[in-house]
């Protein structure tokens, strides 16, 4: 059986997770700018420079695996070390000498990435107790300000260090690391979750094989739409003439957004259900996101939109995440390994798609194919459990509890 639930909201280890969060995901947001960047550089096109997203993201199909190790030894140390690690790649892309060091780069920053996401969100979902979505909006508010300050601080970095400079921003991730090795405890949840016999989690899979489907499918084809936005922005913005500076802003005021969309969205999902969120945030979304595209003229005034668009369209990420932990309670670190790692592929291939389409019709050009992708996802919504429906248990007898 399951260590027993424990509903007490920790207020503390949520934060301290969420500043983790921040202190990690600051390093992956600086792919936008320096796509444009390295390509510069390099002269290279931008269907080549797009790999530099899914040799981030491919290190990802670990996470269940990690997810799993995790939850059998401590979320701890995979948590300390990941920040540190992922400072010390992404900050050296500005030093490699060829394009294929920096895919080196991006894979070990990715495996940085699989260490630190399953773990961490396992953590929260315990650390959150009866109110699960405020904890996980908290926990993705930390990551949307990393990508908010992100852009910002990697394009200043470039601009009075030079490219080859911009290694003195590791500094940030590696006091991190320091820092969550001294504020960092998590003996209460290692001693619930090794108190207790492990779970065979193949037949709770097969129980609940529609709800996680619908969930899965749903973060995929969420996913892939909001990649051009999340990678490709910056591009968009310099070929349409804007400028760096303006293409930067632009990806902070999306991240920033997401702050208030995540925080609101996941704390409305514990009132209303997640159901009704996700409903309500993925049908609003195409109409913002077009109406966006075709207002865009490099003025400030047309932030406010992009602003409204990314509350509404990084509202979903932190109740996905939500809905996870609670299909899944018996296991959520392989759980939670399992829908990031989907969801990082899909977004790796969804980038080297776009780059390619891009290249044969041009950026701008490219965008105005992506808002209708949100559509795709409404069907899987049905296919969650409705707010209080009990969780679908194995036949009698298919599950059983192993020896941990």
Known sequence: MPAAADDTYDAKGVYVTAGAHLA??????????????????????????????PAQQLPSIFQPFIGYLADRTSRR??????????????????????????????????LSSAMFHAPAVAL?????????????????????LSRTLGPLIIT?????????????????????SVILYL????????????????????????????????????????????????????????????????????????FAAGIFGGLIG?????????????????????PLLFFYLWVENGSLWVLSLLAIAGMVTM???????????????????????????????????AALLFGVFADRVGTEEAYWFVPALWLLALPCIALLPRRGAPLAQPASGERRAVSG
């Open 183 to 254: 504020t960092l405890d998590t003996k209460a949840t290692d001693a619930r979750r090794h108190g207790a016999a492990s779970v065979n989690i193949r037949p709770l899979l097969r129980a609940r094989r529609k709800p996680i489907s619908g969930l899965l499918a749903y973060s995929i084809l969420t996913g892939i739409a909001t990649t051009p936005f999340h990678f490709f922005l910056v591009k968009l913005m310099v070929d349409k003439g804007h400028g760096e500076w303006y293409g930067g802003f632009a990806l902070s005021t999306l």
């Open 77 to 110: 140390w995979f948590v300390v070390i990941s920040p540190a690690t992922a400072a010390i790649s992404l900050s050296s892309i500005g030093v490699a000498p060829n394009f294929a060091v920096v895919l080196l780069l991006l894979l070990v920053s990715g």
């Open 124 to 144: 929260v979902g315990e650390f959150g107790g009866a109110h699960m979505g405020r904890s996980m909006s908290i926990f993705m508010a930390g990551g949307e």
């Open 156 to 176: 200043a970095a470039i601009a009075l260090f030079t490219l080859e400079g911009s290694l003195v921003v590791m500094v940030f991730g590696v006091a991190a």
């Open 266 to 286: 996941g704390t409305l999902s514990d009132r209303i259900g997640r159901r009704a969120l996700l409903f309500t945030a993925t049908a609003a979304t195409p």
């Open 315 to 349: 509202a979903p990420r932190s109740v996905i995440l939500a809905s996870a932990a609670e299909l899944m309670p018996e296991a959520r670190g392989p759980m939670a390994g399992m829908l990031l790692a989907l969801g990082f592929v899909s977004m790796s291939f």
């Open 24 to 53: 990690h995901d600051l390093y992956p947001s600086f792919i936008g700018p320096l796509i444009v960047a390295v390509q510069l550089k390099l002269g290279i096109s931008t269907a080549l420079v797009a790999l530099m997203i």
